[in-house]
């Protein structure tokens, strides 16, 4: 019980942190200032919610591990984050693709997951609702922009949606953790916000006069620890200053 | 109760205003106009009984950079006014809100150029924008250039009667 509830929580920390490690990659390199600003303050937010979670699941697991062990000193096969977000960040339309639908998830899972039976996990959710909004208004917006642009941010934004869509399938994933923390009233079953999530992209990509592909074969393997090749990459950069400095404070 | 435990029940209650109000008057270092009281950042101060002063202080944004010098100062400034020690704790619920914001705080944010935020945080919908006041000439004609500002809690927006780009303190 103990343990599902470590491993629920270090997921939801590892989603958060990894895409918070993804979006800071565009730091400096965006295409305009304010854009820059805006995926930095995204990238922000996601580094702050896994924080909470980081530390909470060390104080659950109870093993003396804080939110920089958990975060810097574990190996790739031990992260359970989904694979979509560790996806990298490819062109602009890829990156808001990939936030689009994480974003569009999240709302309703952390809205959701306010009325859960751990106070902790409530008052986390609280919070990173009201920040979530605002991620799925930012790309949604781009979204629209982009696809309902010229010919070419059109054919951008189709790819990256086409690229990335077999990549959402794992966000429903059910395993035994999840099956028994819904029962007890901790997790969100998955289920219960598909409506909704569908609902959300299918209005955003109507406008940008955009197709949603059809539900198909997805990827999987995030949640039990099997990655992209790209996905150690990202955690050596993110990872280096434990490892060559261990133990090293701010 | 013996006359000096009630003295000394005195001297804790008015200790713990003065460590309340001593915490309440750090300035936010990103809106040094406001204070992290006006904020309600400030959630709770008690004094332990061996003197330590134990404060309660929420974020903001979750992610919010200016939390760890918050922390700095709160304890800087007990320090300084004497207290022997500081322990600053960090609670999330209830979740911070841009409703807890007094008229004041609203009046001293918008004097300093920094649109106060319009109307109340309740769960909002996926597009469409808040009316927003021009700190300046205070005309409604203004528009959003982008979501995200200076800070988590800012976005830029702009002014389309007397041309002033200017920060808005988001509802949240």
Sequence with gaps: MTSDLFTYTLRLADDAAILGQRLGEWCGHAPTLEEDIGLANVALDHIGQARNLYSYAGEVEGAGRDEDQLCFLRKEREFGNCLLVEQPNGDFAQTIARQLFFSAFMLPFWRKLTGSRDETLAAIAAKAEKEAAYHLRHSGEWTIRLGDGTAESRARMQDAIDLLWPYTGELFEVDGVVERLVADGIAVDPETIRDEWHATLRRVCDEATLTLPPVGWMQSGGRSGRHSESFGHLLSEMQYMQRAYPGMRW | ?172
């Design chain 2, 1 to 172: 109760m013996a006359t000096d435990q009630r003295i000394a029940a005195i001297d804790t209650a008015a200790a713990r205003m003065r460590a309340w109000e001593i915490a309440a008057e750090v300035p936010d270092p990103e809106v040094p106009v406001l204070t992290i009281g006006d904020l309600g950042v400030l959630r709770d101060v008690r004094l332990m009984e061996d003197g330590t002063v134990e404060v309660d202080i929420t974020p903001t944004y979750t992610g919010c950079p200016a939390m760890s010098v918050f922390t700095m100062d709160i304890e800087t400034a007990l320090l300084k006014a004497g207290f022997p020690s500081v322990r600053i704790k960090t609670v999330l619920s209830p979740a911070w809100t841009t409703d807890w914001l007094s008229d004041e705080a609203r009046e001293k944010l918008r004097a300093y150029g920094i649109a106060p935020p319009a109307g109340k945080a309740s769960r909002r919908a996926l597009f469409g924008d808040d009316e927003v006041a021009c700190p300046r000439c205070g005309s409604l004609a203004t528009e959003k250039v982008s979501e995200f500002g200076s800070t988590a809690c800012k976005a830029l927006w702009r002014c389309t009667a007397c041309a002033e780009p200017f920060d808005y303190f988001k509802c949240h």
